[in-house]
């Protein structure tokens, strides 16, 4: 997913997905990256007013933000405190184009701020989703929402204008790596007009939470999962999401093949030119 930019509203998430790579921001505040991640949560309130800020910088050059780049920006808490909302009205008071990262459905309050975005080619919605199966969905990302009001919500989104794409990402090995033709038809269905893969990757302290999940959770398959995360390992975060090794190019074969008969598109581009100040736009109208 190309960005310049990448902006947090929350640290923390409330979703609490097992594999989440964040989880070890959390552990270098000296907070658990297990509970602590999920509970303890930061917020940024100001973090309109600084995006406005920024913007209203001589010199600043527009680029593509990404939202949500390390936690969800529509996790619950944005429901009371509305920081991701605040920031998306910023961005279309500037004409700044965003990506949104997201696993939840609460998106859809801002459907109309959303739509509008869109219409200048100013927003693309990225939807994660790794697997249909609600109950290892439910185990896996305890507090997200399930494969099917996700799929509606991208279908709602679609339906709006909105461009959104699927994130099949993390694919776990053995445990959803048979999901990938599944999940792309079904995005593909809902609307997604572009898809993204990325393989597990675990680090520092999530791999022994990881570790210890499978333990609970998926004993029979523990240690074979841990062994192809090991064996498709890259040693840069690209390389890793690419994955390497036989069974890594396997995985993207497939996926490719799978985008291609589907018909997938690639992710659209946004508009940078448009980028200017609040209420510019409307003079120029008066006096055009
Ligand atoms: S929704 Fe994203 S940020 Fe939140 S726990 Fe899951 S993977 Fe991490």
Redesign the pocket.
């Not at 998430?13 to 997905?17: A, K, L, N, P, R």
């Given at each position: 997913m190309p960005f310049d930019y990448g902006a947090n509203p929350y640290r923390g998430?409330?979703?609490?997905?097992i594999?989440?790579?964040?989880?070890e921001r959390h552990a270098e505040l000296g907070l658990s990256p297990g509970l602590d991640?999920?509970s303890r949560l930061f917020d940024k309130p100001h973090a309109a007013a600084l995006l406005h800020k920024t913007f209203s910088r001589a010199g600043y050059k527009p680029g593509i933000i990404a939202l949500?780049t390390?936690?969800?920006c529509y996790?619950p808490i944005e429901r009371a405190l509305k920081i991701t909302r605040a920031m998306l009205e910023v961005l279309l008071a500037w004409h700044h184009p965003v990506r949104i990262i997201?696993?939840?459905t609460l998106i859809l309050r801002d459907l109309e701020l959303l739509r509008e975005l869109a219409a200048s080619h100013l927003l693309v919605v990225h939807f994660?989703l790794i697997t249909l199966d609600d109950e290892l969905s439910r185990r896996l990302?305890p507090r997200?929402a399930g494969p099917g009001p996700r799929l509606r919500a991208m279908e709602r989104l679609a339906g709006a204008g909105v461009p959104v794409g699927v994130m099949l990402a993390p694919v776990i090995p053995i445990l959803t790596d048979g999901d990938i033709e599944t999940v792309l038809g079904a995005a593909r269905h809902a609307g997604a007009s572009f898809a993204e893969m990325g393989l597990l990757r675990l680090s520092g302290a999530v791999h022994g939470l990881f570790a210890q999940w499978l333990a609970e959770h998926a004993p029979d398959s523990a240690r074979r999962c841990l062994a192809r995360v090991a064996e498709t390992a890259g040693s840069s975060m690209a390389q890793s999401l690419q994955g390497q090794g036989p069974y890594a190019h396997m995985l993207q074969q497939r996926f490719a093949l799978a985008r291609r008969r589907l018909g997938f598109g690639v992710s659209p581009d946004l508009r940078l030119d448009l980028f200017r100040p609040p209420g510019s736009g409307q003079q120029l109208e008066l006096f055009g």
């Open positions: 998430c409330e979703h609490g997905c594999y989440c790579y964040a989880r991640f999920e949500g390390a936690t969800d996790q997201t696993k939840a994660s990302e997200a």
